[in-house]
């Protein structure tokens, strides 16, 4: 294939990719930006495949691990449940960013293979390409493992911090930028490894200083991160469609982690430093043993909710957990079957990934326009007779409004606590993600419905009859 029909096949490619971002903006047109994305990519890469030209032995390895991926991919994706998205997206990232690294070790070692250069004699702007693709590469790993291991509770969800963090991140930050310095003057191996390995220590205290609060933002700023990776390996391998690809996901991850940082009240650059003005003191939680709680059952909940003429519902992980939705929607068809009027109250960050929430109403048939999100809706709890909390904890907590010791003081949250009555459905009184005691528990119109999220929403159906 020559190589105008390929960029032009290359730049078709890009628009897919664009309508599809475009298309995934709305869960209205969701699906129709996936297929977008999806036929894009096989554009892209069967237009590559072609351009090689020699379809030699090693063209046949490349088909294979092309199959045996897409194959594991497809598996993972079919098997994976709702509740374990966020923890796949880190995981994928890390991928990303790996093969930006090996794409990049490749490059460097033998770069008469990619009309590079020759060992020691590539050329300076391809150099410059791949170091910084190789670094970013290197950091979206390893700071992608750590959110995963958080995410997976492998790791605890607390931030991890420790004296000087921010001035060590700092000078690894400054090595990084000397090292390329030195590596395009010297096109030295050494100083090419040590820029690996130092990115991959970045990447790593990069993500430990930040708290499960925040861990949705670090999902979309890693996101951000692969997609620069692949746009400066791109540039690399003169590959267009990789620098569209790759672009795209950069811009668009970046100006969704801008959003939600805004949406939470927290400086992006903090954020993006690696939790840059974080406490280093331990979540403490106040002696809950000394706090009245009133508990109730679903009769009680059925009976406050048949004589409401409004409830909002408030979802969050813990329904994706119980896989409570279709639940859910049952419970709330019975609700506007009697006249009483239903919406859905949607945080920014609930569950752990940007929109997981909406995706999981989606999957339950929850008609779009009675989602809304938080600025839409926060003055109407006031008028409502019911808040029906389904595993929601974090993005509920009046705390993050009174205590500006809070790790989460400054969030925007919901004012769940401003309703007549608030129905909070938990298995405990155990702390939210981000490890901060949930003061609405103890409020005097709460009501604490100690259960799992499905079976007690199951249950309050059969006393709605």
């Not at 036929?39 to 691990?65: C, E, K, P, Q, W």
């Not at 070692?109 to 250069?117: I, K, M, S, T, V």
């Not at 939790?275 to 939680?285: P, Q, W």
Request: glycine share 10%.
């Amino acid at each position: 294939m020559s190589a105008n029909l390929s960029a032009i096949f290359y730049l078709i490619s890009g628009i897919l990719f664009i309508l599809a971002l475009r298309g995934l903006s709305s869960p209205e047109t969701s699906r129709r930006g996936n297929l977008f994305g999806i036929l894009g990519m096989i554009i892209a890469i069967t237009v590559t495949f072609l351009a090689i030209g020699n379809f030699s032995n090693s063209f046949i390895y490349v088909l294979i691990v092309l199959v045996l991926g897409g194959l594991i991919g497809s598996f993972i994706a079919y098997k994976i449940p709702m509740t374990a998205m966020p923890e796949l997206v880190a995981g994928f990232h890390s991928l990303v960013g790996l093969a930006a690294v090996f794409v990049a070790i490749s490059a460097f070692l033998n770069p008469e293979a990619f009309n590079l250069g020759y060992p020691r004699d590539i050329k300076l702007s391809s150099l410059i390409e791949m170091s910084i693709g190789a670094a970013i590469g290197a950091i979206t790993f390893s700071g992608s493992i750590i959110a995963f291991l958080k995410l997976r509770g492998i790791m605890s969800g607390s931030p991890i911090t420790f004296k000087g963090q921010h001035y060590i991140n700092l000078l690894l930050g400054i090595s990084i930028i000397v090292l390329i310095f030195y590596l395009c003057n010297t096109q030295s191996e050494s100083f090419f490894w040590n820029l690996i390995i130092i990115s991959f220590l970045l990447g790593l205290l990069l993500i430990i200083p930040i708290g499960g609060a925040d861990m949705p933002v670090v999902i979309s700023m890693l996101n951000s991160y692969s997609g620069w990776a692949a746009a400066g390996i791109g540039f690399t391998l003169e590959n267009s469609a990789l620098i569209i690809t790759g672009a795209l996901v950069g811009s668009s991850g970046a100006i969704l982690s801008y959003i939600m940082c805004k949406g939470m009240n927290r400086s992006f650059f903090n954020v993006i430093l690696g939790g840059f003005g974080a406490s280093d003191e331990k979540l403490s939680n106040k002696d809950k043993d000394q706090k009245p709680v009133k508990a109730g059952n679903a009769e009680d909940a059925a009976f406050l909710m048949k004589n409401a003429s409004s409830v909002i519902i408030v979802p969050g992980y813990g329904m994706a957990v119980a896989q409570a939705q279709h639940a859910l929607r049952e419970m709330v068809d019975k609700l506007k079957k009697n006249g009483i009027k239903v919406s859905y109250a949607i945080h920014p960050v609930a569950g752990r990934m940007p929109g997981h929430m909406n995706v999981l109403l989606a999957e339950a048939n929850v008609p779009y326009d009675e989602v809304f999100e938080l600025e839409e809706i926060n003055n109407d709890f006031a008028n409502a007779d019911v808040a029906y909390v389904i595993g929601a904890n974090d993005v509920t907590n009046p705390i993050a409004k009174t205590d500006p010791q809070s790790p989460i003081y400054g969030m925007p949250v919901l004012d769940v606590e401003k309703c007549k009555s608030v129905l909070f459905v938990k298995r405990s009184l155990s702390p939210g993600y981000a490890g901060v005691d949930n003061e609405l528990f103890y409020r005097d119109n709460t009501l604490m419905l100690f259960s799992d999220a499905k079976k007690m929403t199951e249950e309050i159906i059969k006393n709605l009859d």
